[in-house]
């Protein structure tokens, strides 16, 4: 079976090139990831009325704007809403609007989870 060809590891921002989707360093982030998408009540919470309301809520009151783009003085449309605090951290504030921040895609990606 032929080997297959070096490419760059699928984490935005990481230079290391690998044979597989992900390098040693990210394969197991990867790994944790996925598996709290498999948490049955996790992953349903994102389907909730009550998260689709407060999720339009925190889009409207951050002017649907990148909150971290807008402190570097950068004006970007965020299609996230991250929770400051994550829920797998503690539930109980999943559904606080001070807990929550909207975010682009870029900045929500490149925050450590």
């Excluded at 290391?16 to 990210?26: E, K, M, S, V």
């Amino acid at each position: 079976m032929p080997i297959k060809a070096l490419h760059l590891c699928c984490k935005p921002g990481c230079a290391a090139l690998t044979r597989d989707r992900y390098c040693t360093n990210h394969k197991q982030e990867h790994n944790r990831y996925n598996k709290e998408r498999n948490d049955k009540e996790y992953v349903s919470f994102y389907k909730t009325k009550e998260w689709v309301q407060i999720r339009k809520i925190a889009l409207a009151r951050d002017r649907y704007q990148c909150v971290s783009c807008k402190r570097k003085g950068i004006i970007k449309q965020a299609e996230m809403v991250h929770h400051k605090i994550p829920v797998k951290k503690d539930w109980s504030k999943r559904l606080e609007l001070t807990n929550l921040e909207s975010l682009c895609e870029a900045c929500h990606n490149a925050i450590e989870h």
